[in-house]
């Protein structure tokens, strides 16, 4: 079953990170749609956000921010990374947050993946029909200060991946699992410019499809990152984030151990992920900003390197962002080409 599944696996990661199948942590886990990012905002910055999370997306991103959150908000996001190869495989996302002045802050979040249209065969390669695989995460997050510069947060998510209907050849039931996943996260505000977060993500069991012996990690990982306003002034403002990323795929709920000596240290070092942007912030009024982005991540073991570019605009209650990815690698450029992103939010 798992080589059955295999390239619906390569398939699903490729779709979330818009890079080529090569051998990562990330390919050995199941639920590759945990890892899509779905923030716009964030995909201009090169993906450099735990830090800085300050809305919505923060069930995603880092849930210790929800804790700072003083407004009832709303993120919607829908998006094809690769419509050169396929137009059903598409992922979108979307996320609410209530705040509870004093005793923190809740948010909710739901994440469907499409991985498009397979066709089944026999053996003898005759047909036999064809089936839609998709991923679903139902979560509810939790944000609260406990000093008055530090904050925690938690995110209890429900996983369910249907990779097919049955089972392959002569084993019996069907290719989809369901299982639950934890993330963790911290959030310091040193000073009013400058903020240190952490996030363990996708904490949780292996993922059963057909039997146990066959379970597949989810796709744990750890992001360390810190945000830094360079300038701030009247009208504008500059802010800088990076965040490294370390993925922690092993086997088991304690992945996030084991994973840091599953492969030999120089592998290990190699798997990390390097990602870094800046902001200009130009407001219009008190409740009125336009937005200008920059960003470039790197990936040393996945071979990926790409700048990134992004605008946003805020008017009163609403929000809009979109990013602009440029692979730096021809073979990615080809076979995927520069791909756009939005996000619509709402506060209220």
Not at 167 to 172: I, R
Not at 203 to 232: C, H, K, M, S, W
């Amino acid at each position: 079953m798992k080589k059955s599944f295999f390239i619906l696996f390569v398939a699903g990661i490729g779709m979330l990170t818009t890079d080529a199948a090569r051998a990562t942590p990330e390919s050995r886990a199941a639920a590759p749609f945990l890892l899509y990012q779905p923030s716009a905002r964030s995909a201009g910055m090169g993906d450099a956000f735990i830090a800085i999370a300050d809305d919505a997306n923060a069930t995603y991103y880092n849930p210790a921010a929800l804790a700072d959150d003083t407004d009832r908000s709303l993120s919607t996001t829908f998006y094809r990374p690769i419509p050169r190869l396929a137009t059903d495989i598409f992922t979108s996302f979307g996320a609410y947050t209530q705040p509870f002045a004093g005793v923190g802050n809740l948010g909710f979040s739901l994440i469907y993946a499409s991985y498009g249209t397979q066709y089944r065969t026999d053996q003898q390669g005759n047909d036999l029909g064809e089936f839609t695989s998709f991923g679903l995460a139902f979560g509810v997050s939790y944000g609260i200060s406990f000093t008055e510069t530090m904050s925690l947060g938690v995110t209890v998510k429900m996983v369910h991946e249907n990779l097919a209907s049955q089972g392959a050849g002569t084993e019996q039931g069907k290719g989809a699992g369901t299982t639950f996943a934890g993330d963790l996260g911290f959030m310091w505000k040193a000073s009013d410019r400058f903020v240190l977060a952490w996030v363990l993500r996708n904490l949780g069991p292996n993922i059963t499809f057909i039997d146990a012996d066959q379970a597949d990690p989810l796709p744990q990982n750890l992001t360390v990152g810190f945000a830094y306003r360079i300038f701030e002034g009247k009208h504008t403002s500059v802010l800088f984030s990076t965040d490294i990323y370390k993925p922690l795929t092993d086997e088991g709920f304690t992945s996030f151990i084991s994973g840091w000596a599953d492969s030999p240290a120089a592998e290990e070092f190699k798997d990390i992920d390097y990602h870094t942007g800046a902001e200009w912030t130009y407001n219009l009024s008190e409740d009125s900003a336009f937005a200008l982005r920059a960003g470039y991540t790197h990936d040393t073991d996945g071979e990926r390197k790409a700048l990134t570019f992004g605008l946003g605009l805020k008017y009163n209650w609403a929000s809009f962002d979109l990013s602009y990815f440029v692979p730096l690698d021809d073979k990615e450029r080809s076979g995927f080409g520069e791909a756009f992103r939005f996000t619509g939010g709402f506060s209220f």
